[in-house]
């Protein structure tokens, strides 16, 4: 009886020593249900710092109209795999008679659609919200912006990117409607 029950306290013993070098270890039930959670987590992609350079089209509330240039800046951040958000902010040219210069800062939110053919690798729709500042000879105007636009991958770090900007003016029935094509690349 003694040797069972000395038997039982270092068994026992052996037992809580164990359970107590780390009460909150998880076992695994299966190795396969936790690689199902590191796949998931590798397919989201990175975040990235964008520049790009481009060509504009201006028309104003007035008629008068341009062509000009564009050079932007953003960084994408995704939310999931697909999802992404983009702030960006853009100096562009209208190229029309006032001389038009914008700032342009906007917030898009989109989602990538993955390709896998020869010449596009992806597809990302977006739209979003943003503010500006006109600058030209008369003085400055100010307001919001709407836009929308598509972004086209070539390769992993260079896209086409086409937006079409709606730019309210601070006066009533200002308003300017901006279109640019830009190249992008990737950092």
Do not use: C
């Not at 600058?135 to 260079?158: H, L, M």
């Amino acid at each position: 009886m003694k040797k069972l029950i000395l038997l039982g306290l270092v068994l026992g013993s052996i037992g809580v020593a164990q359970a107590d070098t780390n009460p909150w270890a998880v076992i695994p039930i299966n190795k396969s249900d936790y690689q199902g959670i590191e796949q998931v987590k590798e397919k989201v992609p990175a975040n990235n710092f964008d520049v790009s350079v481009g060509v504009s089209s201006s028309e104003t509330s007035k008629g008068d109209s341009g062509t000009g240039y564009k050079l932007g800046a953003s960084y994408t951040t995704y939310q999931n795999e697909h999802v992404f958000l983009q702030p960006s902010v853009q100096y562009i040219t209208s190229g029309n008679s006032y001389g038009d210069k914008y700032l342009l800062g906007n917030l898009d939110i989109g989602y990538k659609y993955d390709i896998q053919n020869s010449f596009v690798k992806s597809i990302s729709p977006k739209i979003g919200v943003g503010v500006y500042k006109a600058i030209y000879d008369g003085g400055s105007n100010y307001g919001i912006a709407y836009n929308a636009g598509v972004e086209v991958g070539i390769t992993e770090r260079t896209s086409i990117d086409v937006s079409y900007n709606y730019l309210k003016g601070q006066n009533s029935g200002s308003h300017i409607d901006l279109t640019t094509v830009s190249l992008k690349y990737k950092f």
